[in-house]
């Protein structure tokens, strides 16, 4: 089978490097990226099995960038990491598409099982 | 004889504006040292656990309004937003004839009220109030028209808090804007009636849901003077004159008071252009006169960004009603100057903001017609003269890159074609603005104290601002933030 | 003339070199160091990047790099960003790597940016070994140094030096003081059993501890709260029954309830309030009683607290005939301001007829007390207000 591959959007060097590597040692295949209009459009050009995206992002937020890809029809799970943690965020993130939303500080096992669980959960026509 | 006359004179301005630049250098040297000695503070003094904090002083922020239809509810939304633990918004009405009342209550879901509320200020009949049905705590005062300053102590009137935020709808704040300026507060609550926050030109900006996603330099010449003018004050001047405790402005579009101070004083004057300057002149003389402790202070961290003139025409017209505004202040407050029944302020930063932002650009406007002229005309040395004028420039020169030397802390405009934009605009300030900005200045001297005041300036048309990333633009331009105090002059 | 002219170019062409040189100094050197400490920060990102996803503990080869303050900082970065065991590890690693003993040395620095950086960095790291230092440095001659121990000791969460923050708060004026105690709302759970103690002392900032521990919401401190509400610092009582209201249990109503007697307004006026949120509806009855009390505040703060309660909004409502004006005004007031009075208008265009029955019969009972301008304004028709004011 495949490797899974991941996009990893996250304007901070240590996170990106942090979650590639993880990601990387888990069996994944992965990109990342540090500015949100690049990666939707990156994440349009080719197929991601999952995205992990930064909330507070370089000109877009990374809700944003998500009901972007919504709009434009990409049906890929979006897990949005963040440092951000109230109540409203969350909400309106999820709301906006994404499919998980996970805060920071976070545990690296816990971010592969629930990018596990999204692979494992995708409807199979991709 | 008339040689002699001449010549003296010549001297006298050049020596005068020399003057001038060394104060504006000291005062830098003021500023930097309080910008340092904040830093330090911002940086460890954990300000950022007073947003989750319940200590941290309510604020209620009051927005007078006046035909603001098109962005008064953005504009609330933004401020909502804010990183700020317990505040209320009140939305005051001042008698729009455009449908002002009807966005915002359907924007916010807003119910008819009343509760009872102390008219310490007296204002113009306030018709209505509306409260909002949805988790944020707006309020809409409805009343009649009555200018700003009436429209500013009718939320007071109404606020619930000890402290409250007089500011425009088209100000944009930093999240945590309120945070570091209430910190003044805490640090000294007794003391501290009025904090005066940071404000930096939209233009050229990327705004987004309410705030500033991207910092970089507008394109057009005129816009960049203003930038590089406001540098100057805000960070050149203000913390120096703060730290000194003589901070002479608190602007009106972003100023946070004391009310039991403001209150105290009688609130905002209505029949002024530069309301926000009268109202810290009189907080002062009335402390002083009071022999009560005080302070007043500015905070460079405390950041908020508005939309600045785009067209000669409508700077001319806010750098004339600014000037006119310093005119009426200056005149009611004679009587401070080099009295010492009010000590530092008196003796010495009010006299010297007279001189300097006041007396200067007439001098200056006479300089740049007389020196060349009587150069030319061998009236002066050379010799004498030209190094002179050539240090007086130096001087400038410096204070100029002082100031973007002190800007550098913020890391804004940090890439390598912004610097050199900026340096280009600061030095070529000698040659433009400034000499259009005096020549205003002196042309404000021939005015009729009895003209207009707010909210005649919408059908004159005066606010036309239009910049391409931010939210339309409001019919009614916001009185400046800095008021009088900018200018090529450039201090306090 | 030509002489004056050249003279003039030079000179200005001079100043215009000075200053752009210098800038473009100024910022030439800056840009390249902060190039630099970038590539080098980089570097480390990578390094230690590895180091946590392989869990290696080949972490003695960074000891070389801890007097490195990028690779430090890296660490920390590191740090804020994970949790659970992947932390653990890594704290694991920064001890091998000496960073700790690093910062705790930093700690005697005569540089107080160095003192301070230290603390933050302590505090950052949490290892449990470092609070006897912290703790030293509660009494730093630096305020904001003062603060940061404070909020370190509360992230590491070590529950022994709860004691040392409350003791360290004693001698601090109010805003430091303000300052411990939002530490130790921080600290959370673990401070409380020692927080519940030192209300029952005489320390000087029980009434800040007392609203910190409503603000935690530990039912394990309402004991020590309920006490508080009979000590002889009214402050003290009006901040426990402040606290109560936010974090208390039915346990507390009925000392609340008392506390509707007490002496002073505030404290009334706080009993009140908190009743209101524990909107247990035992009080109602007390509630309407407290609307006729002598302070306009503790009236008002009553019928605030009858809308919260669950059945209390009839008892206001009712109270609209209550014989007494002051308890009259207090209902009608703050049914006023609290919108129910701006919503019966609303109502009265609802398409069901029970709800528009409702509606005017609420809004007759408040132009009977007299706040008929209140609806005018609203826009109802004044034959029809004279209408309802006539009613039975």
């Known amino acids: 089978m495949n490797k899974p591959k991941i996009l990893v959007v996250d304007d901070e060097r240590a996170v990106a490097f942090l979650l590639r590597r993880a990601l990387e040692s888990a069996g994944c295949e992965v990109t990342a990226l540090a500015d949100g209009l690049e990666a939707y459009e990156h994440a349009l050009a080719e197929r991601f099995d999952v995205i992990l995206i930064d909330h507070l992002l370089p000109g877009l937020l990374g809700q944003e960038v998500v009901q972007r890809w919504r709009q434009a029809g990409l049906g890929t799970p979006v897990i949005i990491v963040s440092g951000v943690s109230n109540e409203e965020d969350i909400v309106r993130s999820l709301e906006s598409g994404a499919s998980d939303y996970v805060r920071k500080p976070f545990s690296v096992r816990e971010i592969i099982a629930r990018v596990k669980v999204q692979i494992r959960d995708r409807p199979q026509n991709g | 004889m008339l040689h002699t006359i001449v010549q003296t004179f010549n001297f006298f301005i050049i020596f005068y504006v020399i003057g001038m630049q060394i104060q504006i250098l000291v005062v830098a040297t003021m500023s930097y040292r309080a910008l340092a000695s904040d830093r330090f503070?911002?940086?460890?003094?954990?300000?950022?656990?007073?947003?989750?904090?319940?200590?941290?002083?309510?604020?209620?922020?009051?927005?007078?309004?006046?035909?603001?239809?098109?962005?008064?509810?953005?504009?609330?939304?933004?401020?909502?937003?804010?990183?700020?633990?317990?505040?209320?918004?009140?939305?005051?009405?001042?008698?729009?004839?455009?449908?002002?009342?009807?966005?915002?209550?359907?924007?916010?879901?807003?119910?008819?009220?009343?509760?009872?509320?102390?008219?310490?200020?007296?204002?113009?009949?306030?018709?209505?109030?509306?409260?909002?049905?949805?988790?944020?705590?707006?309020?809409?005062?409805?009343?009649?028209?009555?200018?700003?300053?009436?429209?500013?102590?009718?939320?007071?009137?109404?606020?619930?808090?000890?402290?409250?935020?007089?500011?425009?709808?088209?100000?944009?704040?930093?999240?945590?804007?309120?945070?570091?300026?209430?910190?003044?507060?805490?640090?000294?609550?007794?003391?501290?009636?009025?904090?005066?926050?940071?404000?930096?030109?939209?233009?050229?900006?990327?705004?987004?849901?309410?705030?500033?996603?991207?910092?970089?330099?507008?394109?057009?010449?005129?816009?960049?003077?203003?930038?590089?003018?406001?540098?100057?004050?805000?960070?050149?001047?203000?913390?120096?004159?703060?730290?000194?405790?003589?901070?002479?402005?608190?602007?009106?579009?972003?100023?946070?008071?004391?009310?039991?101070?403001?209150?105290?004083?009688?609130?905002?004057?209505?029949?002024?252009?530069?309301?926000?300057?009268?109202?810290?002149?009189?907080?002062?003389?009335?402390?002083?006169?009071?022999?009560?402790?005080?302070?007043?202070?500015?905070?460079?961290?405390?950041?908020?960004?508005?939309?600045?003139?785009?067209?000669?025409?409508?700077?001319?017209?806010?750098?004339?009603?600014?000037?006119?505004?310093?005119?009426?202040?200056?005149?009611?407050?004679?009587?401070?100057?080099?009295?010492?029944?009010?000590?530092?302020?008196?003796?010495?930063?009010?006299?010297?903001?007279?001189?300097?932002?006041?007396?200067?650009?007439?001098?200056?406007?006479?300089?740049?017609?007389?020196?060349?002229?009587?150069?030319?005309?061998?009236?002066?040395?050379?010799?004498?003269?030209?190094?002179?004028?050539?240090?007086?420039?130096?001087?400038?020169?410096?204070?100029?890159?002082?100031?973007?030397?002190?800007?550098?802390?913020?890391?804004?405009?940090?890439?390598?074609?912004?610097?050199?934009?900026?340096?280009?605009?600061?030095?070529?300030?000698?040659?433009?603005?400034?000499?259009?900005?005096?020549?205003?200045?002196?042309?404000?001297?021939?005015?009729?104290?009895?003209?207009?005041?707010?909210?005649?300036?919408?059908?004159?048309?005066?606010?036309?601002?239009?910049?391409?990333?931010?939210?339309?633009?409001?019919?009614?331009a916001s009185v400046p933030p800095a008021s009088s105090v900018l200018g090529p002059s450039g201090d306090s | 003339m030509a002489d004056l002219a050249v003279a003039v170019l030079i000179g200005l062409g001079g100043l215009v070199i000075i200053a752009a040189v210098s800038l473009f100094l100024l910022k030439a050197v800056s840009g390249a160091r902060r190039r630099r400490i970038g590539a080098r920060r980089a570097r480390f990102v990578d390094l230690v990047g590895e180091l946590i996803v392989r869990g290696d503990p080949g972490s003695r080869n960074f000891r070389r790099y801890a007097g490195d303050p990028e690779f430090r900082s890296v660490v920390l970065e590191y740090m804020r960003m994970l949790q659970g065991e992947d932390r653990l590890r890594l704290l694991t690693a920064a001890r091998d790597m000496g960073l700790v003993d690093r910062f705790l040395k930093a700690l005697r620095s005569r540089d107080r940016d160095e003192r301070v950086s230290a603390v933050e960095a302590l505090g950052e790291i949490g290892d449990p070994t470092t609070v006897t230092d912290l703790v030293f440095m509660l009494h730093d001659i630096v305020p904001e140094i003062q603060v940061q121990a404070a909020a370190a000791l509360a992230h590491i969460g070590d529950p022994t030096s709860v004691k040392s923050l409350l003791a360290g708060m004693e001698h601090q004026d109010e805003w430091n003081a303000q300052r411990i105690a939002d530490a130790l709302y921080s600290f959370g759970r673990e401070a409380v059993p020692e927080m519940a103690r030192y209300l029952q002392g005489t320390g000087r900032y029980r009434p800040l501890v007392a609203r910190t521990l409503g603000l935690i919401g530990d039912i394990r401190a309402e004991g020590s709260l309920i006490q508080a509400l009979s000590s002889s610092d009214a402050d003290l009582r009006m901040r426990a029954a402040a606290a109560l209201g936010r974090a208390g249990t039915p346990r507390a109503v009925p000392s609340l309830l008392e506390l509707l007697a007490d002496k002073q307004w505030e404290v009334r006026a706080q009993a009140a309030s908190a009743l209101g949120r524990r909107t247990d509806r035992q009080a109602i009855p007390w509630l309407r009683r407290a609307l006729s009390d002598q302070s306009w505040w503790v009236r008002h703060n009553a019928a605030a607290a009858l809308v919260e309660v669950p059945g209390g909004s009839e008892a206001l409502r009712s109270s609209l005939g209550h014989p007494d004006p002051y308890a009259r005004d207090a209902a009608a007031a703050v049914l006023l301001s609290s919108g129910v009075a701006g919503e019966a208008v609303e109502a009265l265009r609802s398409t069901e007829v029970t709800d528009r029955l409702a509606a005017e019969d609420l809004i007759s009972s408040l132009v009977q007390a007299g706040k008929a301008e209140f609806f005018l304004v609203a826009g109802l028709n004044p034959e029809y207000v004279d209408a309802l004011r006539m009613r039975v």
């Open chain 2, 41 to 476: 503070v911002t940086r460890h003094g954990r300000i950022q656990d007073m947003i989750t904090s319940d200590t941290t002083p309510p604020i209620s922020i009051v927005i007078p309004a006046y035909n603001e239809a098109a962005g008064i509810a953005d504009s609330v939304r933004s401020m909502a937003m804010l990183h700020y633990p317990n505040m209320e918004i009140i939305v005051v009405n001042d008698g729009s004839n455009d449908d002002t009342v009807q966005r915002m209550i359907e924007a916010f879901d807003m119910v008819p009220i009343d509760f009872p509320f102390r008219n310490a200020i007296p204002t113009q009949k306030i018709e209505r109030l509306y409260k909002s049905r949805l988790p944020h705590p707006v309020v809409l005062v409805d009343k009649e028209n009555g200018g700003k300053s009436d429209a500013i102590n009718a939320g007071i009137n109404v606020s619930k808090y000890p402290y409250f935020m007089a500011t425009d709808a088209d100000m944009v704040l930093e999240s945590e804007a309120l945070i570091h300026a209430a910190r003044h507060f805490v640090e000294d609550r007794e003391r501290t009636v009025a904090v005066g926050g940071n404000v930096r030109p939209l233009n050229g900006c990327e705004v987004r849901l309410g705030k500033v996603t991207k910092v970089s330099l507008p394109r057009t010449a005129i816009e960049m003077a203003q930038v590089v003018e406001y540098i100057r004050s805000f960070l050149s001047a203000r913390p120096g004159w703060s730290r000194m405790g003589s901070l002479l402005i608190v602007s009106g579009a972003f100023g946070i008071f004391s009310k039991a101070a403001v209150t105290e004083v009688g609130g905002f004057r209505n029949d002024h252009l530069g309301e926000d300057m009268e109202m810290t002149m009189r907080l002062h003389r009335h402390f002083r006169r009071k022999k009560q402790d005080y302070r007043i202070v500015y905070s460079a961290d405390a950041v908020a960004w508005t939309e600045v003139p785009v067209t000669w025409n409508v700077l001319k017209k806010q750098r004339v009603r600014w000037h006119r505004g310093l005119i009426q202040v200056i005149w009611q407050y004679r009587g401070m100057i080099f009295n010492p029944r009010y000590g530092f302020v008196g003796m010495v930063a009010w006299p010297s903001f007279i001189a300097f932002e006041f007396i200067a650009p007439v001098l200056e406007f006479t300089g740049w017609i007389l020196v060349p002229i009587s150069l030319l005309t061998g009236f002066l040395n050379p010799e004498v003269a030209l190094p002179l004028v050539l240090i007086a420039l130096l001087l400038g020169t410096a204070n100029s890159i002082a100031s973007l030397y002190l800007d550098d802390r913020f890391g804004y405009y940090s890439d390598g074609r912004s610097t050199l934009r900026l340096l280009m605009y600061t030095l070529g300030e000698h040659l433009g603005l400034r000499q259009r900005s005096v020549w205003w200045r002196v042309r404000s001297l021939f005015w009729n104290p009895k003209k207009k005041v707010w909210g005649d300036m919408q059908r004159t048309g005066v606010g036309n601002l239009g910049s391409k990333t931010s939210p339309p633009p409001s019919p009614l």
